[in-house]
């Protein structure tokens, strides 16, 4: 499988393939070499991912304390799994915040990720102080169709 066709060159794609009748999008993200999401929340959604090809790195993160939660120590990682093809993981607000990275220089990835119930913004954090920020939900393409002039330029 590849998605090099719709892979920009500093960013991960997400397409979306069905709105599963406004119970659970899903999605196919498409990752260049040293692609990598930002640190983020799911907005209280199950978010299960399959590995399709490649291999992926997803580093869990704690939540940060308190309400205005930036840190001189930043973000404390808690775990970290390689997924390789057909490989499966699981994330909820309830287990921490996450980041998923192609640590590869050289390879694409390909996953299939499966949000419920849907959402349009989550947060994203900085790993560094732990600020966080809202940040809305972009795709690449949608139904198989690119989206008109791509996902702005802020989109996380």
């Known amino acids: 499988m ?16 069905d709105e599963g009748n406004g119970k659970f999008n ?14 983020h929340d799911h907005a209280d959604a199950h978010c299960f991912m399959k590995m399709l090809a490649g291999s992926l790195q997803e580093v869990r ?3 940060p304390k308190g309400e205005e939660a930036e840190t001189e120590e930043g973000m404390v990682e808690i775990d970290r799994n390689v997924l390789k093809p057909n490989g499966v993981c699981y994330i ?6 996450h ?6 220089h050289s390879e694409g990835a390909v996953s299939l990720h499966l949000y419920c119930p849907p959402f349009s913004a989550c947060q994203i954090f900085d790993e560094r102080t732990g ?3 809202k940040c809305p939900v972009t795709f690449w393409s949608k139904f ?3 989206v008109e002039n ?7």
């Not at 590849?2 to 393939?17: A, E």
């Not at 791509?150 to 996380?156: L, N």
Request: proline fraction near 5%.
């Open 99 to 104: 980041r998923v990275e192609n640590a590869s």
């Open 150 to 156: 791509g996902p702005p330029k802020s989109a996380c």
């Open 61 to 63: 993160f704690e939540w």
């Open 144 to 146: 198989g169709k690119k």
């Open 2 to 17: 590849q998605c090099s066709d719709t892979t920009q060159s500093h960013k991960y794609t997400r397409n979306l393939v």
């Open 92 to 97: 909820n607000d309830s287990l921490g915040l």
């Open 26 to 39: 899903l999605m196919l993200l498409c990752w260049g070499p040293s692609h990598t999401s930002t640190i």
């Open 131 to 133: 600020k966080k920020m």
